[in-house]
């Protein structure tokens, strides 16, 4: 199978001035190939050329079957060790007795000589931290940022990034959920290409990979959930040591991440401490609102329903609740806010009434 690299516009002749490309075929250096190559087919786009020679031999090579193995390994790491993992576990993998790591902290990991990424990490750090900020961009796409908007920089275009929209090949997204802890969710693709980013989905572009990789199996443990609520879901559970605010309940398939402000509204942002972990009886309750917290994190259950008379479920399950402390995180950063809890108490108090 003929590799496909992408070429920086410059020629040796060193007649290539940034941003005009060589009309006339000759050696051009490969970045990714570290090498010279003698360009068949070049193709325009975005200051590069694309060339289809074959990339040399050298270490692990890339194939379906390594990048299988990859996933296969973090299945069973997190039949062992559960869904959040640490670099070192995660950078434990070998392929045909040859280590090769994962993931690389905050960034975009490319073996070497490889033209495709194996895995992208997002970060949990503001960009004020030193992080980018990554953007929902609906229907389960994500904007995974390796660069901020407000550079100054040219921005450096990814090749590797760049090539994956091309080849559609499946790869890792770690979520880093807190405490130099990720939950790997895979396999992801590469669908498109912006300014200082890439769309990241969980669906293939084409259907070449769905056949190579089979969906059913990597993506469908628990209830599908897609990629743009994956992650803050991701870091509101691990926050709460997965367990439920209210009743405790540590069964991590029937655990939400409930918002506190919703996400339709302006202020219904994507962080820890607009969330809350709850069960699925407390989320809906939460949300209807039967059930309301108040600033001071107390539960209360609305007037009607504490007057009810029903089965177990009723009584244990919400009455019984009325005026316990919800379990917060330990961290303060992550702890639910005081002003949107505030917020969402006014609507219960205003609707129960
Ligand atoms: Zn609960």
Not at 17 to 41: E, F, N, Q, V
Not at 66 to 87: I, M, N, S
Not at 194 to 201: A, Q, R
Request: aromatic residues 6%.
């Amino acid at each position: 199978m003929a590799g496909v690299c992408r070429v920086r516009a410059t020629a040796r002749a060193g007649s290539v001035k940034p941003g005009r490309l060589p009309l006339a075929r000759g050696p051009l250096r490969c970045h990714p190939h570290r090498t010279w190559h003698l360009i068949a087919r070049p193709v325009q786009a975005h200051n590069t050329v694309i060339c289809l020679d074959p990339p040399p031999m050298a270490g692990i090579q890339d194939s379906d079957e390594l990048r299988a193995a990859v996933f296969a390994f973090l299945d069973e790491l997190q039949r062992e060790h559960g869904p959040y993992l640490t670099r070192g576990q995660i950078n434990s993998f070998a392929f045909d007795g040859q280590p090769l790591s994962l993931m690389v902290q905050n960034g975009i990991r490319t073996p070497s000589r490889w033209p495709d990424p194996l895995s992208i990490t997002s970060t949990n750090r503001s960009e004020d931290a030193g992080g980018y900020t990554d953007e929902d961009r609906g229907e389960g796409l994500r904007l995974y940022r390796y660069m901020r908007e407000r550079s100054t920089a040219a921005p450096a275009l990814n090749r590797s990034l760049d090539h994956a929209a091309i080849s559609g090949r499946p790869l890792v997204y770690f979520i880093e959920v807190g405490e130099r802890r990720y939950e790997p969710v895979y396999p992801v693709f590469i669908t498109g290409t912006e300014h200082h980013g890439v769309i990241v989905s969980d669906e293939p572009a084409s259907g070449e990979y769905a056949e190579l990789v089979d969906l059913r199996r990597y993506a469908r443990r628990e209830a599908r959930v897609r990629l743009h609520q994956r992650e803050f879901r991701s870091r509101v559970l691990f926050a709460y040591s997965d367990r439920c605010c209210i009743c405790s309940l540590r069964h991590r398939g029937l655990l939400d991440a409930a918002h506190i402000v919703d996400d339709a509204h302006e202020q219904g942002v994507a962080l820890v401490s607009n969330g809350l972990a709850m069960c699925r009886i407390h989320h809906g309750a939460y949300d209807q609102p039967l059930l309301g917290i108040s600033p001071d994190l107390k539960v209360e259950i609305n007037g009607e329903v504490l007057g009810e008379i029903d089965g177990p479920m009723l009584r244990h399950g919400l009455q019984d609740m009325h005026g316990r402390s919800i379990d917060v995180p330990r961290r303060p950063t992550d702890q639910p806010d005081r002003d949107r809890l505030a917020w969402k108490y006014g609507r219960f108090k205003g609707l129960s009434a």
